[in-house]
């Protein structure tokens, strides 16, 4: 397939515009850790992962702008992606996470999976000693099950991994990890972190 139209950003431009519209800590974190779990969906389906990290890198982009006001959520940060001349599936998948219409092909649906268990796994990690290193299956599916432990996370978003993007909980408790180990050192998820 002849992609000539496509230009995908690079990762330093990427966090460039990251440190530019960000000023939490926190929001670095997720947008990073959404970005490792992109990244790892985006070879379990065979995809093109820098495409599918980009959209994890970004999908919250203007959440300190728009938390107050969410019907704007993502669509500002939609804005200033077109000003950056981003692509539009990539966009589309920033949209998406937020607003259902979106969710258009399995990029876009993906994202909303890859956000939650991002939440979800940052919230394991940080009650451990090590953080993300060594983390298990079997431990975040406890885990995953004591309502009163993360409340904020969208748990039926990983509940329904199997239904929305075909993957069984526990190997997309697997990828979710392995997504979030592959960016502890930057989410200060290590236990030197
Ligand atoms: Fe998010």
Redesign the pocket.
Known sequence: MVRLAFRVMDREQALRLLRDKTSKDVTVR?LIT?EGVMRRLAEHFEQDADRWGLAGLF??LD?ELTHADLSRHAYLAAEWLREEGVDEDIINAVLA?AHEQYQTDLMSRAIVQA?AVA?FLVACALVRPTKSEGMKVSSCKKKLKEKSFAPGVEREEIWSCEEKIGIALDDFLAIGIEGIQSVAEEAGLTSAG
Do not use: A, E, K, S
């Open positions: 997720h959404v999908h919250d959440m996470h956000d939440g």
